[in-house]
């Protein structure tokens, strides 16, 4: 049973550039949720995907846009690249219900330099 | 908002000892989960623990237990016999049961070292 993987591992980026992660939910899972962990913090929640929309977002910009597919995987898009967005993005998975525990994959490292 | 507040951002222990890690949060809620996650150098949050907040009992697993003070909005982890493999970083979570969504708010971690 495959759990939550995300691609790439790592990433390097110049400022300005655009950027797309991706995020395969663990098998049964229809909700996808994408956090922002920057060096020595939490993982701040970036927004969370189901049935295809975003159903709610944290604090972070609007160059920060996702997509969800018909088979639950989902995209993580972010747009004019800036130094403070080097971070380890993580995805995490559930199924729709409130009282599922969420699955986290192993992350994304991005490096803007 | 919720916020979780853990104060310790460095902890050691002795192999086969006991560590306590503390955590702290905020909420107007009466009702939440709240979780310890453990992230080694491999990056993946890996779930140690989990509390809801209406179950007066403790949670429970194997070596880690915790202690929930439900007024005083306090849940911390204690590892018992702890073991080299228990080193990581340590992140306290809180996730709301309302219909506003299941996302988590995560503290700030704290390092654990165990010294062979």
């Known amino acids: 049973d495959a759990g939550v993987t995300q691609s790439p591992t790592h990433l390097i980026k110049t400022r300005g550039q655009q950027v797309t992660l991706r995020c395969s939910p663990k098998s049964g899972h229809d909700t996808v949720s994408w956090y922002q962990q920057a060096l020595g913090q939490g993982p701040q929640f970036i927004f969370q995907?189901?049935?295809?929309?975003?159903?709610q977002r944290g604090n972070f910009p609007d160059r920060f846009s996702g997509h969800q597919f018909p088979n639950y995987s989902s995209e993580l898009n972010v747009n004019a690249l800036l130094l403070g967005d080097s971070a380890l993005y993580l995805c995490?998975?559930?199924?729709?219900?409130?009282?599922?525990?969420?699955?986290f994959g192993d992350g994304t490292r991005l490096s803007i330099l | 908002a919720q916020t979780v507040t853990q104060s310790q951002p460095e902890m050691s222990v002795q192999e086969a000892e006991t560590v306590t890690l503390s955590c702290t949060y905020d909420t107007s809620e009466s009702d939440y989960y709240l979780f310890w996650y453990k992230q080694p150098p491999s990056r993946q949050m890996i779930l140690v623990i989990r509390q809801e907040a209406y179950k007066q009992q403790n949670a429970t697993e194997n070596r880690f237990s915790v202690n929930f003070q439900k007024a005083a909005k306090s849940f911390s982890l204690k590892i018992s016999d702890s073991q080299l493999g228990d080193a990581a970083m340590y992140f306290c979570a809180y996730r709301t049961m309302s219909n506003t969504g299941n996302q988590f708010y995560f503290g700030t971690g704290t390092s654990l070292t165990v010294i062979p």
């Open positions: 995490a998975s559930s199924l729709g219900a409130m009282r599922q525990p969420q699955h």
């Open positions: 995907y189901y049935e295809e929309e975003e159903r």
